[in-house]
């Protein structure tokens, strides 16, 4: 059973900055491309940001990019965002996922709600004005 926690969610002004950390447990955390999701109210889930199995490899939303950043570290089978000059807009739960279905490259990543097999709860992010 693979199981994602997501963390370091909260309220902030705007301008601010935030650092969600996502722990995987239950298999080999290197093997997993890693995505980050944000849903607004009212709104679909949106792609934020994603990571190669390896870390060599990031993509960004044209809206986040610039002022987010993916990461990982396989040793501590964790995944974070740093996100920095934080905007209103930016408002929304923010989910981690993970892929876990056969991958051969270590180099891929997946932008596609559909791309990904396991999810988190989500944690809240609130930017205020």
């Known amino acids: 059973q693979v199981q994602l926690v997501e963390s370091g969610g909260g309220l902030v002004q705007a301008g601010g900055s935030l650092r969600l950390s996502c722990v995987v447990s239950?298999?080999?955390?290197?093997?997993?491309?890693m995505g980050w999701f944000r849903q607004g109210p009212g709104k679909e889930r949106e792609f934020v940001a994603a990571i190669s199995r390896n870390g060599f490899n990031t993509y960004h939303a044209d809206s986040v990019k610039g002022r987010f950043a993916i990461s990982r570290d396989n040793a501590k089978n964790t995944g974070y965002l740093q996100m920095n000059s934080l905007k209103p807009e930016d408002t929304a739960v923010y989910y981690c996922a993970a892929r876990g279905r056969t991958d051969y490259s270590v180099s891929f990543y997946y932008i596609g709600v559909a791309e990904y097999d396991y999810w988190g709860q989500g944690t809240q992010v609130t930017v205020s004005s």
């Open positions: 239950g298999r080999t955390f290197s093997n997993y491309p």
